[in-house]
């Protein structure tokens, strides 16, 4: 199985702050690296596949990078509704896993 | 609009069953492997299982494998987890979760979920 592991597991930042979320893979994954927005009570929303990918309709202040087993997920400028819980997800392999998650606090 | 809608969930005793469905609509549901995420209270998302389009392959999370089965009816446009020797760990909310699959800019092709239906709260409690 692949672990996946987040960092921080929560972060605290005010609208208009430059926010950077990393996620590690246990082994290299390519770009099979995917993110995800979930806000309280919601299901998780799409934000990046491949790595780098942006879903449509996302705000291009949002970016993810890397490759193996490093990826960022970044969001430029904050807004009130950028705050919520962040996951990263490796579908490398079938067995799915998630990180567990990045907490986005004001 | 594509939209995936769970029910089933509730109250059951550890030891007990439970089967959740998931009604698919707005896309042409045999064309797409579906999953099974859940996410216990106040923690983060476990990856269940997976059917394929045909249901030619199906793959379960350690955690559940034996205890849990996955099926598809592709005529009814739904998706089912059956639930059995249900665990206390086994609370959770349930998504059914449409995968879908882009190329990346290697031509490699990477599978992702979208979009999630709006879960089903499972309870297993004496």
Known sequence: DIQMTQSPSSLSASVGDRVTITCRASQSISTYLNWYQQKPGKAPKLLIYAASSLQSGVPSRFSGGGSGTDFTLTINSLQPEDFATYYCQQSFITLYSFGQGTKLEV | ?126
């Open chain 2, 1 to 126: 609009e594509v939209q995936m809608v769970e029910s089933g969930g509730g109250l059951a005793k550890p030891g007990g069953s439970l089967r959740l469905s998931c009604a698919a609509s707005g896309f042409t549901f045999s064309d797409y492997n579906m999953n099974w995420v859940r996410q216990a209270p106040g923690k983060g998302l476990e990856w269940v299982s997976i059917i394929s389009s045909r249901s030619n392959y199906i793959y379960y999370a350690d955690s559940v494998k034996g205890r849990f089965t996955i099926s598809r009816d592709n005529a009814r446009n739904s998706l089912y987890l059956q639930m059995n020797s249900l665990r206390v760990e086994d609370t959770a909310v349930y998504y059914c979760v449409r995968e879908r699959s882009e190329a990346d800019s290697s031509g490699s092709y990477v599978n992702f979920f979208d979009p999630w239906g709006q879960g089903t709260l499972v309870t297993v409690s004496s």
